[in-house]
């Protein structure tokens, strides 16, 4: 991060993830790392706002190092960080809808989150007055053009999302997505809450990954107590996200086979899938393990016969899942569908910082686990698999080589568990934290700030999805319309962690 620590730390060595430094800095420093920033380096790793300044996290990955930058807006306005960087627009429509600050110079100022339904500021009992009701998408010009909009609501049972489509015949000239439809005011409700209150509520930010997001939060919280958990707990809760991780992975690579109009595969790695979720069950006490993972700890323990039960899961994966990935590798018409399909180039990748699957499968290399090396990862030997053709095949195989990753890993974890507590008591005291943590889908940000009292005073969440939305964008441009759901369905995107 050349030029980086001279800006912020007068020529100190950023500090690497622990203890992370958090920064306040003038305006032309801010400036200065936003021109940095739109060069290429650094990453960004998320944007958030609060009444009085706006803060952004930025990942130096050949360092292994993160840093945070707070901005004080006393009016109300700062430059505009997706002026020179796209990844940071709509991070910032969505602090302009939640806190009223004003990025100048940005380049789209639609709001993000507010769907016209939430009224401007008003004196108590005055009506409501509705923000831009009538939503502008984005024109697309050229002969013969047709706009194909598809939903919000969808014909099954995925959440709601608006992707409106300009197309010359069946070719797609440009896509352009609206999200927000399930905001459910999570920060607002972090708030004040208690860390046990805080605990269940990330756990339910994206559902299937609630291992993660608990993980993230209690290791923020963490940070900002200075406290180290035992270590059986670490090993744990690495226990827990391989198996949701498996478990995700397995699903999405059936769901992505059935919108190819192979359901052999979906019925297959839904039966799979099932029994990671069983023996999740038996084990953890929950399919989807969630409430497990709490600041301080974890709140089960995995007995002699759990511990025999997942290495005979284990063993059954290994059994069957090589047949079904060579099926899956020896079927022409899937391997038609889905090699060279939406492809992401590793340019955009990178910009973006897009994590998981849909980073790795275009050649950027970085997984939290090995970068920023939080225990137990830091003692575990294992492989982050990438290739670099960025289509719906290599997204895929990208999922298939991790699932062996991840197997690998809940045998080296059963293997060497140490004995120990489970969890320890953390303390009522105020502290700033932040824990980046490796989800199915890529890295998970948590930031916290707690009160004297302990409850939590400000909490921001960050989805990988927030910079994988915008890239499924430019992946679809060029391919016809009814690939949209097979290269929908291999970005995996969350609603719910992105609209929060």
């Known amino acids: 991060m050349a030029g980086l620590s001279d800006l912020i730390t007068g020529g100190r060595p950023i500090a690497s993830h622990r203890p992370w430094p958090r920064v306040v800095v003038d305006e032309a420093t801010w400036q200065a790392v936003m021109a940095q920033l739109a060069d290429g380096n650094p990453t960004l790793l998320g944007l958030w706002g609060e009444a009085a300044g706006v803060h952004i996290a930025l990942c130096d990955e050949a360092a292994e190092a993160i840093v945070v930058l707070s901005l004080d807006c006393a009016d109300g306005r700062y430059p505009s960080v997706g002026a020179q960087h796209p990844p940071a627009i709509r991070p910032e429509r969505a602090a302009q809808d939640l806190f009223g600050l004003t990025p100048i110079g940005l380049p789209d100022t639609r709001p993000w989150l507010d769907h016209g339904r939430w009224g401007l500021s008003r004196p108590l009992g005055a009506a409501a007055v509705p923000r831009d009701p009538a939503y502008a998408f984005l024109a697309a010009e050229g002969e013969s053009l047709h706009q194909i909009p598809v939903g919000p609501v969808h014909a099954g049972i995925i959440e709601p999302g608006h992707f409106r489509f300009s197309a010359s015949g069946e070719t797609v000239v440009r896509l352009e997505e609206r999200l927000g439809y399930v905001h459910k005011g999570i920060e607002g409700l972090m708030a004040g809450a208690t860390l046990e209150q805080g605990a269940r509520l990330a756990g339910r930010v994206s559902g299937d990954s609630t291992v993660a997001y608990a993980l993230a939060f209690a290791r923020a919280v963490e940070a900002a107590l200075g406290v180290e958990v035992p270590e059986r707990a ?101 391997q038609d569908r889905t090699v060279g399909t939406g492809v992401l180039a590793l340019d955009r990748a990178r910009q973006f910082g897009a994590g998981g699957f849909v980073g790795r499968a ?129 970005f995996n995107c969350s609603y719910s962690g992105h609209d929060l």
């Open 234 to 334: 670490h090993w744990l809760r690495a226990l827990m996200a391989e198996l949701e991780r498996v478990a995700n992975h397995l699903g999405d690579i059936g769901a992505i086979c059935n919108d190819a109009a192979f359901s052999l595969m979906h019925a297959q790695c839904g039966i799979l899938r099932e029994q990671v979720l069983r023996a999740s069950d038996t084990c953890f006490g929950h399919r989807l393990m969630r409430d497990r993972i709490i600041p301080g700890g974890v709140t089960v323990d995995l007995t002699l016969d759990g511990a025999a039960s997942l290495r005979r899961l284990v063993a059954a994966l290994r059994r069957r899942f090589p047949a079904l990935i060579e099926l899956y590798d020896n079927t022409a018409s899937l």
């Open 362 to 490: 275009s050649g950027r290399r970085f997984d939290a686990r090995r970068s920023m090396r939080y225990p137990p990862y830091d003692r575990l030997a294992f492989e982050v698999p990438t290739l670099e053709a960025g289509d719906v095949n290599a997204r895929i195989w990208v999922r298939i080589r991790e699932v062996g990753q991840s197997l690998d890993l809940i045998d080296m974890i059963l293997d060497a568990l140490p004995a120990g507590a489970l969890r320890l008591e953390v303390p009522a005291a105020a502290g700033e934290g932040l824990a980046l943590v490796e989800g199915f889908r890529g890295d998970i940000l948590v930031w916290l700030r707690l009160a004297e009292d302990g409850r939590i005073a400000r909490c921001h969440l960050r989805d990988p999805s927030w910079f994988q939305w915008p890239l499924l964008e430019a992946a679809i441009e060029g391919n016809i319309v009814a690939d949209f759901p097979l290269c929908n369905k291999s």
